[in-house]
């Protein structure tokens, strides 16, 4: 069935033919293979383009800051996945990934989105970035949506790994653009939103990438890949030591049921 | 409902208080970001120590080679999922992994396993390493186990990864030692199959990986991570052109369909 | 960690003591195995009560519209998956799964919001049912939203399955309001939006179910349920007989690369 | 790329043109929509036959018996994900479905694999049914292998669905000839075992369904089917009143890190 206008397949990511991988315009094998790291390559394949340094070291530093973070939910849902069907840790870290979604991780993005605004915002209005970080988040609570990126279920202050990430950005040369709109945005929060909610590392994220040119929409793509690597690493503790049926039988402890019964019926003690 | 003997869940991954957050011993912020890359940082999550410069580099290179071959039915899968539903880049990603089994990309395990029973029946027995391999792949003909790794369906000659991958391993200083039996498999090959058929980059994966202590049940997180990171790249693609509906278009355009039609029907010009 | 205020799971769906298993206040044993189809039990458990006869008969006939609908993309997805991963079916389906999104299959609960609000603004504003219909889809066109459940990529008609529907609802005594709804806003439509799109299956499957007492938000679980059984059916077959790659290959026999090559590059003949 | 032989996809399920859809050779249309359950169309899509009242009859009863029970692992995956990524409720669902695998559901297939070898045994060497039980039993003990089916982490007795599908199966006159298999399997395990393993529902539902002609390989889709409807009314209720991340709370109450920390590092108390 045809959906859509277009009929012909494009693409400019990869091509062969039956001696050379070609990649964004690369022999894989006699100029990738061997010479660039793998996040490098993963900027190249995105971008068409190799990374600045100051990009590759943004890059390694976000996707490190969020691989990983314990038994989260998306960690548990691939460790009870991979404990009942074995057969296939491709499933166990696909339902993994399938929680990287806009409540946990896609925030990323969401703030992202924001500071671009924010950028735009200031640039073509000629206000100071504050009154344009201002106008931007009263429009978010006119549309009753939450400022994506600031606030923290556990830390009241900033969660540390936004200093970590200002840091790397700072060292390598990176332009400070989108961190000054985040900080701006954190420092307006409080008059408008009536709460000091700080940047989280979902804001700090595309604060650190936009500044060294990573393409905003791409920015779904950090966590997805980030929280790959740590599904795996957990999916490699579950096969040696198996807890996943150990954290559902845990989940279930408390349960209340609050449906009906047959007569006569008598919950377990 | 408990299922099996274990209820305390334990983990030595990660933990965290309200100021650091702890990965394999270290502190996340202080001691890893900026300091460690992605690939490197995945090596310690998943082993607990941070690589030598030999594993570093041939870990690297494995990713790198098998992290985009083009529009292969995974990435396929995931263009289509995404094209509709372009809410969820996670389902797209998802459905992308959920095509790296035992066909396509699982051979990678499946090697490391023939070739670490090669090397243990060659120690045990005190045989040459070609008797080893002989016996080993005699005895996959024998269970009617296709042998993991050889062979490829375009490329007659050794698929050019594979020479990469080696020399990245030689030059890294790394352990030969299953390099050798991965050859040794390919010299045997002819004789007990009764085809020539060559090393592919499944093969090559464990060959290298092996050598530098990588786990081996934890190959399978090799191409699952690789993929994860060509399928976000092609994902990106797709979110500024699609194509998802035009190769699913493509793919029903020669279809037959050999069931049975109610009277009068017509198929379509 | 923890992510919200409540931390006591509740259900009302099931429960169960070592005798008995406890679903919506039945005996599963006792009450509903050999008593309930498999479509009513999905009603009970969904809403917490037996479906009447004119539901059972609308549910039923929704499902079967669209459980099945030839090699579409989500189709094509899971038995491409299925040919590289056969060790796990259910990662087969779920693939297949993850293309029912937001634009293919998510339309019909989309759509019966959309009929919703027309009804409360008919009913609050005391305006004719025509009135309020063109209301609302004026409002999704200021929005540039589309307008969900109308048009179709084939059929310049009403998709046949559209009377079908229209029919079990009529002849089982269904409630007809939302059927008034549905037609209301095909009859607003090439005024407001200069095209003459008739409605389809995603909006007839609204107007059924919702006359019946079928919770909206629910909608969604429609496609997906008939999905699973259409895509395990497609599964059985390509385990007797595999298309998965002859599909994928057939997806690319045109595509096109336009990205860069290296110098001396030569795409294959 | 080309991976095998065929080129051509060829499928017998579907096919379409502008005014007709046909399914397994019949209008979708004129002669399945209000006239086929969405269990019978389920049957019809699989096999090409429409099912026989007793084939109907078991197929329902073995769907509804393990369509739901409780808070497994699976539907705590899938409302850990939609809590995480509400967006995509087809995500959550393929989440929960991709723990439909060999050691939870996939036993079915198991059973059912072996009652047919057990069946052809006795068939092929004129031996009796429980000595033919006995050789395959054997043989799985030999192999390593567990004997799918039989045993239950709750109920020392026969697990209370078992009897259900029986009596659904007898009174619907559907043929014993596997109930019997399944039987002679449980009085030879403990003599073989060492233990009085009983039937549970995964050996019952092959147990009845062979008897009706359902096929061996399909079996797999019975959990995948039955779980989908289960896991949507889940998240039904999950969007109402979320306990997603409480679950996941819950999880984590008792887990022990067993790792290293850095000097100073104190767990919060």
Redesign the interface.
């Known amino acids: 069935?045809?959906?859509?206008k277009?009929?012909?397949?494009?693409?400019?990511?990869?091509?062969?033919?039956?001696?050379?991988?070609?990649?964004?315009?690369?022999?894989?094998?006699?100029?990738?293979?061997?010479k660039?790291?793998?996040?490098e390559?993963?900027y190249l394949?995105?971008t068409?383009q190799r990374p600045q340094p100051a990009a590759q070291?943004v890059?390694?530093?976000t996707?490190?800051?969020i691989?990983?973070?314990?038994?989260?939910?998306?960690v548990?849902?691939a460790r009870?996945?991979y404990?009942?069907?074995?057969?296939?840790?491709?499933?166990?870290?696909?339902?993994g990934?399938?929680?990287?979604?806009?409540?946990?991780?896609?925030a990323a993005e969401q703030a992202g989105e924001m500071f671009e605004r924010i950028e735009t915002t200031r640039a073509e209005s000629g206000i100071s970035l504050d009154d344009a970080a201002a106008v931007v988040v009263r429009d978010y609570r006119a549309a009753r949506r939450p400022v994506p990126g600031y606030g923290h279920?556990?830390?009241k202050a900033r969660d540390?790994?936004v200093?970590?990430?200002f840091?790397?950005s700072r060292?390598a040369g990176a332009s400070q653009r989108f961190v000054e709109v985040a900080e701006a945005v954190e420092r307006v929060i409080p008059d408008i939103v009536g709460k000091d909610l700080r940047l989280n590392v979902s804001a700090a994220i595309p604060a650190v990438l936009l500044g060294v040119g990573f393409?905003r929409?791409?920015l779904?793509?950090i966590p997805?890949?980030?929280r790959?690597?740590?599904l795996?690493?957990?999916?490699?503790?579950e096969?040696?030591?198996?807890?996943?049926?150990?954290?559902?039988?845990?989940?279930?402890?408390?349960?209340?049921?609050?449906?009906?019964?047959?007569t006569g019926?008598?919950?377990?003690a």
């Open positions: 069935m045809k959906i859509g277009e009929t012909i397949p494009r693409t400019a990511i990869c091509t062969s033919n039956e001696e050379t991988i070609v990649v964004r315009g690369l022999d894989l094998c006699g100029d990738v293979i061997g660039l790291s793998f996040s390559y993963f394949l995105l068409g070291a890059l390694d530093a996707l490190v800051a691989t990983e973070h314990g038994l989260v939910p998306s548990q849902a009870m996945t404990a009942a069907a074995p057969e296939a840790v491709q499933g166990a870290v696909a339902a990934l399938l929680g990287c979604g806009s409540v946990i991780l896609g279920p556990l830390h540390p790994r200093a970590a990430l840091d790397v060292c393409p929409r791409a779904r793509g997805i890949l980030a790959s690597a740590g795996i690493a957990h999916l490699f503790e096969m040696n030591h198996s807890i996943g049926f150990a954290l559902s039988y845990q989940a279930t402890r408390e349960v209340q049921y609050d449906g009906e019964v047959p019926f008598a919950a377990d």
